[in-house]
């Protein structure tokens, strides 16, 4: 039997996914502007049909985020996420934003992130899964993101 697809309910816990993912996306994209444009997708159906495939043997790889099959998109499987501390959660995504930024594998994701923001991503865990330390977590949401401007409607409507 596969994972549920979430529920109305599920949107508030979906929300603290999502506003810890604008938080790391605005401290990323101070330093690379481009990267301001990455959304988020937090109910991947790749993600669901690799982790229904290796319930079995999971390890973590490509069972919790993602890129690469959308272009500026971070896919995630929130109900997986869920479960995880917040350390974790921007661990993983300042590894995948590693990944947009260097364009290369688990490796190079890493380096990256260690080169341009001086945080190293840990691994750990029965998944293996990334994390950073409380600290670099700290930092990575301390910049507040920025609200898009709301559309005014035109003068006379």
Known sequence: MGEPTGTQED???????????????EFVAQRFPRLKRVEFNPLCREILKFRT?????????????HVAHHPNIICAWAHAVLRLS?????????????????????????RWVK???GIEILYGGPL????????DGKRALSVRPTRRPRRRRPEGS
Not at 53 to 65: C, T
Not at 86 to 110: I, K, M, P, T, Y
Not at 128 to 135: G, M, R
């Open 11 to 25: 949107w508030d816990d979906f929300y603290y996914v999502f506003h810890l993912f604008r938080y790391v996306r």
């Open 128 to 135: 293996n899964l990334e994390w950073v330390s409380p600290e």
């Open 86 to 110: 917040a350390n974790h959660l921007v661990g993983l995504f300042l590894h995948e934003f590693g990944h947009l930024g260097s364009r290369g594998n688990d490796q190079q994701a890493d």
């Open 53 to 65: 495939a290796h319930s079995d043997e999971l390890k973590g790889r490509r069972a919790m985020m």
């Open 115 to 117: 080169k341009h923001f």
